[in-house]
Each structure stands twice: as C-alpha cells, then as structure tokens.
C-alpha cells in the first residue's frame, strides 16, 4: 500500500485546495449578491467588473470564478500547495470577509 505521499496525496495540498475552492463560490455567490443589490459599482475588481457587463452579471461571474478553480487546481496538481494555500487566505481576507462586512455588517 504506502504512504499517503507515497500515492501522490498530500492532505494539506487536499485541504488547502477545498478552502480555495470554497473561498472562490463564497466570493462568487457573494459578489453576486453585492452587485444585485447594490448595484455594480460596487465591485472592486474592474476585470470582474467589465467581465459582468460584458457577459452579464452571472455568466461574468461564474466564467471569473471557474478560471480561478481551474487555476487552483492546476496549482494544486502541480503540488504547489502553499500557493494554493495562500491565495486561499488572500481571497478569504481580500474578497469573502469585506463582502460579509459589506451585506452584512
């Protein structure tokens, strides 16, 4: 059998990996709230910003955040995890909490 490491899995590469992910469809979900509801001006990221007009406000959104997890997973797969794990926090930090303050502080 073998390790886990051994099989090519790395639980702290898996973990780091599930946060970013769920990192990318909070911000999504809550972008997607924030902009509904108070408009699109509200968005800080002007590439987001001009994706959503151009494609609309969902597609926009939803085209950003699968690049983003394809991008984390193609980091991942390239088993560097402690990226993977810092753009987990940065986006957690940058985008998930000040939309939580923003709708709901």
Known sequence: MGS?????????GD???V????????DGVLTF???TTLGPTVEGNPVITWLMSAAGTGAGLMIA???????????????V???????ACFYLVV????WL?????
């Open 15 to 17: 973990l780091a990996l």
């Open 95 to 98: 985008a998930v909490v000040p």
């Open 65 to 79: 955040k699968l690049a983003a997890g394809c991008f984390g997973i193609v980091l991942h797969l390239s088993e």
């Open 19 to 26: 946060i970013f992910l769920l990192a990318q469809v909070s």
């Open 81 to 87: 995890h402690k990226a993977v794990a810092a753009l």
């Open 4 to 12: 886990a490491r051994a099989r090519g899995r790395c639980l702290f």
């Open 33 to 35: 709230v924030g902009v």
């Open 101 to 105: 303050g923003l709708l709901f502080g």
